[in-house]
């Protein structure tokens, strides 16, 4: 108040009060004139974005980052306060995605019947983490051949596993996850075991016996029977503890809400963004404000936390319980000779009879050697990599363990420079081109549920649709990876998912038969309590069956990355090291330019 009678002419100066007070008006006046301007322009620029308000929206997302990004935090911190509430049933998904035909239903019945697991009876009290697998307190014991303690190469090694609980006692029923590896750290050898499972508390692990030298026998629990239990159940009842957001926008007003391929109908309208082309299911929470088609991106919303009880959190240790070997009960080490004579006409094959969980390859001198017929031939010189790839389009889709492969080979062969699509580095699209020898590598993840960073809405593509969009032909490789996102959703969710992608191939194939098709399977990684209860090996070994079992029969060819991450020496790894990687390159490369016979 001071200062306004100040300025309108409360003032005196050196010349004198009138000429103060005078003086004093007139810088009023003058102010009001310019106040009246400032809100004329205000006025005029909150006209002009009401009428250009689609035109805001359109800008170009670089210009507006720095806000959206703020944004995007600031809803991310209240997001969680929003999460649905699931019915412990299996039952809330059903009625999403297309209705499946009879022989849908009938093939999903005979695929979750091959990987039904045991476990303990369903009749059985709870029980404490006395009662329990212990690794510490279990063994295994290699059993002598008909020749005593002497092995040949071609011959079967069999390992006798008997689990006990943390008191000493055996236990009465399966289901505990096992892992078993023979290997040699002198020779750089190595192959995964197959465990079988008698439901009694008692294992055999076989191994063919594929070289001359030393070998060691490595079984290891991964969980426990009862935290396998505590697995299915989450996977079944608890799809929503990996949940997901998106961002929608219009204007400068963004509200942000909790996504998911399967969300309650009942707690608040839904966004559906079901694809049009497969019928894949997904859906948002409906924004309060806006309408479902400002959607902007997709991106990780987070974990839930707390989902098992301190009881079963037991069951999820560190060093205690998860990925723990198991003690040798006499020696764990083998001196395999050479093969012994076979009378005549008997077959000499090294190769094991091949089931769904018999080797696929073995280590040699740190070279990956598959069975069926494929060449071990090792590319270790960028110029043979190139060589291979001339004239050849490659496309790699899926998650981020194909993205590796990506990376590896833009690394590896100078000659391939990576375009800046200006495109997020863990989703791409990314395209890297080789003019030299006119190569074409591109890289796209698959669509929805997807963990990485934020992805705008309009780059989420579905496989199968992508795939129908290939010309096709013998200069086109097709590579596919899709595993490790699908883990906390229920099976069916993965064998819809695979179906599509399989119908999709099969239609390429039958427009350009030369296509060649490439998949790579889950792997192995490091697990703690944490990521066991969202990315369990548990998990990915199930989709890998499912995975193996629905391309069984079609022309595609498969990079066996579970094998060649159980059978090697280094640790696990969601994303594996780089000498896997490279024997993983290797059998592609074999396949894209496999060896002419000699005459």
Not at 3 to 17: L, N, Q
Not at 28 to 38: D, E, H, M, T
Not at 525 to 537: I, M, P
Request: net charge positive.
């Amino acid at each position: 108040m001071k200062w306004c009678r100040h300025c309108c002419g409360d003032s005196e100066s050196e010349t004198g009060p009138d000429h103060g007070r005078q003086k004093g008006a007139t810088m009023c006046r003058n102010l009001s004139n310019y106040a009246l301007v400032f809100l004329f322009i205000a006025l005029s620029g909150f006209i002009f974005l009401l009428c250009n308000i689609h035109t805001v929206e359109n800008w170009n997302c670089h210009t507006i980052s720095a806000l959206y990004q703020l944004q995007s935090r600031i809803h991310s911190s209240f997001i969680s306060v929003n999460l649905p509430t699931f019915n412990h049933n299996r039952t809330f998904c059903a009625h999403l995605g297309q209705k499946p035909s009879a022989e849908d239903e009938l093939e999903e019945r005979y695929l979750l019947d091959s990987i039904t697991w045991p476990g303990p009876p369903p009749s059985s009290p709870p029980i404490s983490l006395r009662q329990t697998s212990d690794p510490v307190h279990s063994l295994f014991t290699l059993l002598p051949t008909e020749g005593g303690r002497v092995w040949h190469l071609g011959e079967e090694l069999e390992a006798f596993v008997q689990i006990h609980d943390f008191q000493g006692r055996p236990k009465r029923y399966g289901g505990d996850f096992l892992l078993a590896r023979l290997h040699s750290p002198e020779l750089g050898a190595g192959v995964a075991g197959m465990v079988v499972d008698h439901k009694n508390g008692f294992y055999s692990a076989l191994f063919p016996l594929l070289w001359v030298g030393p070998a060691q026998v490595e079984i290891t629990m991964v969980h426990s029977s009862e935290a396998v239990a505590v697995l299915r159940r989450l996977r079944e009842e608890r799809p929503d503890r990996v949940f997901f957001k998106s961002l929608f926008r219009l204007g400068f007003l963004s509200e942000t809400t909790v996504c998911n391929m399967c969300l309650p109908s009942d707690q608040q309208p839904l966004c559906n963004y079901t694809d049009l082309y497969t019928g894949e299911p997904w859906y948002c929470y409906k924004p309060k404000m806006l309408s479902c088609d400002t959607r902007i991106n997709h991106a990780k919303g987070g974990y839930l936390k707390h989902l098992i009880t301190n009881k079963e959190a037991l069951l999820f240790q560190s060093g205690v319980n998860i990925k723990v070997p198991l003690r040798a009960s006499g020696t764990d080490r083998i001196n395999v000779l050479p093969q012994k004579d076979k009378p005549e006409g008997e077959s000499s094959s090294m190769k094991p009879e091949r089931n769904q969980l018999a080797p696929s390859g073995f280590y040699y001198e740190h070279s990956w050697r598959p069975f069926g017929g494929a060449a071990a031939r090792q590319f270790n010189e960028s110029s043979a990599v190139a060589e291979c790839l001339r004239n050849k389009v490659i496309n790699l889709y899926g998650d981020s363990t194909v993205r590796q492969w990506f990376e590896y080979l833009i690394t590896f062969v100078p000659e391939l420079k990576e375009f800046n699509l200006h495109s997020p580095k863990k989703v791409g699209p990314l395209m890297a081109v080789d003019s030299t020898h006119n190569i074409l590598l591109k890289y796209r993840c698959h669509g929805p549920p997807i963990r990485f960073t934020t992805v705008m809405s309009s780059e989420l593509r579905y496989i199968s649709n992508e795939l129908d969009g290939l010309s096709g032909g013998p200069n086109t490789v097709v590579v596919l990876s899709i595993w490790a996102h699908f883990s906390t959703f229920p099976v069916e969710v993965y064998i819809r998912r695979l179906r599509h992608i399989r119908r999709a191939l099969v239609r390429l194939m039958e427009r350009a038969p030369g296509t060649l098709v490439v998949i790579r399977s889950a792997n192995l990684q490091a697990l703690d309590q944490e990521v066991s209860l969202y990315n369990s090996d548990w998990y990915s070994l199930q989709l890998d069956m499912v995975l193996k079992a629905m391309f069984k029969g079609l022309n595609v060819l498969i990079v066996d990355a579970w094998q060649m991450s159980s059978a090697h020496h280094l640790p696990h790894a969601l994303h594996p090291p780089q000498v896997i990687v490279k024997n993983m390159m290797d059998v592609l490369l074999n396949y894209v330019c496999p060896e002419k016979k000699k005459s």
